[in-house]
């Protein structure tokens, strides 16, 4: 219950968190996106500050309230999540990258409004370039935060974590299966496993608001481990 709430945990601990999704621009009225809420993210901002960390909040376009006392950077595209976090970083002892970055970018966005080709096959090609990894960048800086990443899964939850674990050189990650169907998109439930090299924890379904809580407790132990 949240009197079991640990309140002084993150005391003199500054917390970064990236949340909700990017929008990268096709043209100046169209962009392409995900269904990513913001929710956990904003719920474990609330529940760091709650236990007592300095929390800046690096945010997609979302529908959220920003949470009281917290610092909130606001974002667009996953070039401008990529420049917020990197000048955070000097100010960041723990980094949690919840967000869902889009993974790729329009090539050339265009700076007019695109307009229908009349007379032409009806077909319409854009070209799509990588965007930075944000999390694995955060975890090659110098020095690093203690590191931890989510990872969105339909199946094989575990070992695709564990993949991306090793590949982006990360302390932890949340992993959750999105093909349960007791948890949507905007749910304010969530169920997950958290998984770090040695070792991992499942979080049974949950409000958002307790799942954040026992996240933060668990990389609050971890962090002071690794420190
Ligand atoms: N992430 C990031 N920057 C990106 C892509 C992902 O910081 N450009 C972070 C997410 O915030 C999350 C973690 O990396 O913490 C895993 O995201 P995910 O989309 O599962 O990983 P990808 O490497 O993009 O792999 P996939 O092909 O499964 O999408
Ligand atoms: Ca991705």
């Known amino acids: 219950t949240a009197d079991l709430f640990p309140r002084q945990i993150l005391t003199g601990t500054r917390v970064t968190i990236t949340a909700g999704p990017t929008r990268e621009a096709i043209d100046p009225v169209r962009y392409i996106s995900n269904h990513s809420s913001g929710k956990m993210g904003y719920a474990i901002a609330e529940a760091a500050r709650d236990a007592g960390a300095e929390v800046t909040l690096i945010s997609g376009p979302v529908n959220l309230p920003t949470p009281e006392r917290v610092k909130r950077i606001d974002v667009?595209?996953?070039?401008?999540?990529?420049?917020?976090?990197?000048?955070?970083?000097?100010?960041?002892?723990?980094?949690?990258?919840?967000?869902?970055?889009?993974?790729?970018r329009v090539e050339n966005s265009h700076n007019q409004k695109i307009k229908k080709q009349h007379n032409s096959s009806g077909a319409m090609t854009l070209t799509l370039v990588e965007?930075?990894?944000?999390?694995?960048?955060?975890?090659?800086?110098?020095?690093?935060?203690?590191t931890v990443g989510f990872a969105a899964?339909?199946?094989?939850?575990?070992?695709?974590?564990?993949?991306?674990?090793?590949?982006?050189?990360?302390?932890?990650?949340?992993?959750?299966?999105?093909?349960?169907?007791?948890?949507?998109?905007?749910?304010?439930?969530?169920?997950?496993?958290?998984?770090?090299?040695?070792?991992?924890?499942?979080?049974?379904?949950?409000?958002?608001?307790?799942?954040?809580r026992d996240l933060v407790t668990l990389i609050s132990a971890h962090y002071k481990k690794a420190r």
């Open 76 to 104: 667009v595209s996953a070039q401008d999540m990529y420049a917020a976090s990197m000048n955070a970083l000097i100010q960041t002892d723990i980094f949690i990258a919840t967000a869902a970055v889009a993974d790729f």
């Open 153 to 212: 899964e339909t199946q094989d939850v575990e070992n695709y974590a564990r993949q991306k674990i090793q590949r982006k050189g990360l302390d932890m990650i949340v992993a959750n299966d999105v093909s349960r169907t007791d948890i949507g998109f905007n749910s304010d439930q969530n169920a997950v496993t958290v998984i770090w090299p040695e070792g991992q924890q499942p979080l049974e379904l949950a409000s958002k608001a307790q799942i954040a």
């Open 131 to 146: 965007n930075p990894d944000i999390v694995a960048a955060v975890a090659k800086h110098s020095p690093k935060p203690f």
